[in-house]
């Protein structure tokens, strides 16, 4: 038995705070680390102590092993908790914490080392009698010998990182052709993400359900499951709706599952939190994708539907203690949806956004949880994962549970970097969604361009309402002694004020004029009237659902229980420039120029890809929009660029290729 009165927590955001709130509710000591991107974060607020890392680059703070070490040693901690990414599945970081005599609060490192590797771990559980994907899981990694490979198993096949998961270093090829290319971005990004660029490889199952088993082992041999979870609904392979159970799976379906991943612990002695993600046909067979040998971002569906605090579990198993559970306690009530609100834009291909927190206002009510670890104020920086909080709701049916969460959302108001909370309001209410009919190819089916965007003309007439009143405020503000019915009053009848707005690339000039106890407003080609206060504003008589409001200087945020909006106050003095006017190139958001593919002078065809750029461990591809010569290259590969930063100039001239 282990025993130990503090625990650091290796890790910064929701995870760190949501691990730290059960280490204080068993009457243990937190201790927290954070950079200075992370300083005054609620995480380093929330601990008894906390410790400075680093500026901000995470391979330099949270990936330092080193760092993380004398952390722990300066804190007092007798163990270490790593949360979820970072060095949560590192087996050098367990060693570490070993030899210097602090309790890993995690699975043995060598269960980390096999099932970190994708090509040993699949080995392991063929021998074990586990069902896998047909694949190439060898140790000759040339190129020549993938190719052949990945024809043999045949396309689609899918490359995937054999270090190392959550979707990076992972490409889809539908064909021979295409193979080359992927090979070379699958492996520069698993080797940013994991410091190893080897690979697997898959048959591609193109339309299976994503579903994992949550397993739990202790030290006196009892391995135990606690049902499934369906993580089907993600973009770019990463997860963005989870639930728990699974619609598509039954109780025989789930014993079957089950014992697969029992006997895939067993098979190497596992203790801990961990989880055996499989995919699943629509014929009910089952095939063994990859165990994650730490806690799941998702383990709340889990938490909800079972009553159990997957993080004190951890705890008591780290120190020795029985799990103190059989199969047969473990019981199933109800649905949990998980939602992850991330700070992306789904309008542009979901790229990752950084900026300050305006204003965060999080849900709350019955079955409805909200972890999170921000807070109004904070900046989100680019060195991380996106990820701000996750919303979770439970409920009796499944038909409960995602009404509850879409109510959530709809309270759910971020404003300052652009989310996906209307993405997930959109995903929540589609009818296929609603059915329990969704696969790996959900998003990509159903939502192809992200995000839809339009801006319905009652949220414009709301905006410039809004604008129209805070003038009016400011204005009884300076006028001092004027009475305030006098305000606005002209001999000539009532006043008008025009709002120029512009709003996803859109431009309107909108006309406000005081009525009595309302305001007309008009815009090209439409005409509406508003009323009331506050969150009781109407629109031509229809509650608003305003939810929030703030006006920074020129920038109006709204946010409706449908969208969140952000308007532009164009002033008449300003000559408005758009980015990437007259062939430039500008990076899509802010990062680190991974590779230039082009020198001046290169003639480009649409299409053609110019450079690559890295955000919040994910690599993107800029490619040209149209034909025309390379006129400059502004930056080099290595160097970090802000949003709308030019990159390269491109005179337009007609395809190469006709």
């Known amino acids: 038995m ?10 910064r955001g929701e995870i760190a705070l949501r691990v730290m709130r059960t280490v204080r509710a068993m009457g243990l000591k937190s201790a927290a680390v954070f950079t ?25 703070s949270y990936l330092a092993i080193d760092k993380i070490i004398a952390a722990a040693r300066e804190a007092g901690a007798g163990a270490v908790h790593p949360g979820y990414g970072f060095l949560s599945e590192n087996a050098e970081f367990a060693r570490a914490c070993a030899a210097a005599g602090l309790v890993f609060i995690g699975p043995a490192p060598e269960a980390i080392d096999l099932m970190g590797n994708k090509a040993a771990a699949k080995r392991r559980m063929l021998a074990a009698g586990v069902p896998c994907v047909p694949g190439y899981e060898g140790a000759d990694q040339a190129a020549d010998v993938l190719a052949a490979e990945a024809a043999r198993i045949g396309f689609p096949v899918m490359i995937k990182a054999a270090a190392g998961g959550g979707g990076k270093g992972m490409r889809l090829v539908r064909q021979a052709a295409d193979f080359g290319a992927a090979l070379d971005l699958a492996r520069s990004e698993a080797l940013a993400a994991f410091g190893c660029g080897d690979v697997i ?38 997860k963005v ?18 014992a697969a991943a029992v006997t895939a612990a067993q098979a190497i002695g596992y203790q801990g939190a961990g989880t055996v993600e ?25 938490e909800m539907i079972t009553g159990l605090d997957l993080v004190e579990l951890q705890i008591r198993v780290a120190r020795g203690e029985p799990l103190g559970l059989a199969q047969g306690d473990v019981q199933l009530e109800g649905h949990a949806i998980e939602a992850r609100l991330y700070a992306e834009d789904a309008a542009q291909g979901f790229l990752p956004q950084s900026g300050r927190i305006a204003h965060w206002q999080p849900p709350c009510g019955d079955g409805v949880r909200a972890d999170s670890g921000i807070v109004s104020g904070q900046q989100v920086p680019a060195f991380y994962d996106p990820l701000l909080a996750k919303l979770i709701a439970h409920g009796r049916t499944r038909a409960d549970a995602r009404q509850r969460l ?84 002209s001999s000539r009848g009532s006043l008008h004020s025009f709002v120029r707005l512009s709003c996803n690339g859109e431009t309107q000039s ?11 407003v008009a815009g090209p080609g439409w005409l509406h009237r508003v009323t009331g206060e506050g969150e009781g504003l109407r629109v031509d008589g229809r509650r608003a659902d305003l939810r929030s409001w703030r006006l920074e200087g020129d920038r109006l945020q709204v946010a409706t229980a449908a969208q969140i909006v952000t308007f532009t106050r164009q002033r008449a003095s300003c000559g ?13 958001m802010h990062g680190v120029v991974r590779d230039i593919c082009v020198a001046e002078g290169d003639r480009v065809a649409a299409g053609s890809r110019l450079a690559v750029m890295e955000a919040m461990k994910m690599q993107h591809e800029i490619r040209a929009a149209a034909p025309g010569a390379v006129a400059a290259v502004a930056v080099r590969s290595g160097a970090q660029v802000q949003a709308g930063q030019v990159l390269l100039v491109i005179t337009p001239q007609e395809d190469p290729g006709t």
């Open 36 to 60: 200075d991107a992370d300083a005054g974060s609620p995480h380093s607020d929330f601990a008894g102590i906390a410790i400075r890392i680093g500026a901000g680059p995470a391979a330099d």
């Open 201 to 238: 490889l898959e048959r591609a199952l193109l339309h299976p359900r994503h579903v994992e088993v949550q397993i739990f082992g202790d030290a006196h041999g009892t391995v135990i499951h606690l049902g499934e979870r369906d993580c089907s609904i993600q973009r770019r392979h990463q």
């Open 406 to 489: 879409m109510a959530a959302l709809q309270d759910c108001v971020l404003f300052g970097p652009v989310c996906n909370r209307d993405f997930l309001l959109q995903v929540l209410a589609h009818p296929q969604f609603a059915q329990g009919d969704i696969t790996t190819a959900f998003i990509a089916s159903h939502f192809p361009d992200g995000l839809a965007v339009a801006v319905p003309s009652s949220i414009w007439a709301l905006g410039a309402a809004l604008i129209h009143r805070a003038e009016q405020q400011r204005c009884a503000a300076a006028a001092g002694g004027v009475a305030a019915e006098l305000l606005g009053w």
């Open 576 to 588: 408005a420039q758009t980015a990437g006017q007259a062939g430039q190139v500008v990076a899509p």
């Open 2 to 11: 282990s025993s130990f009165d503090t625990i650091l927590v290796a890790n």
């Open 510 to 520: 909108v006309q406000v004029s005081d009525e009595p106890g309302r305001l007309r």
């Open 278 to 302: 499989f995919l699943l046909d629509r014929d009910g067979a089952f095939y063994f994708l990859e165990m994650n040998t730490r806690l799941q971002v998702e383990h709340p569906v889990t």
């Open 241 to 258: 709706v989870e639930e728990a159970p699974s619609p598509a799976v039954d109780a025989a379906l789930r014993a079957r599952m089950g």
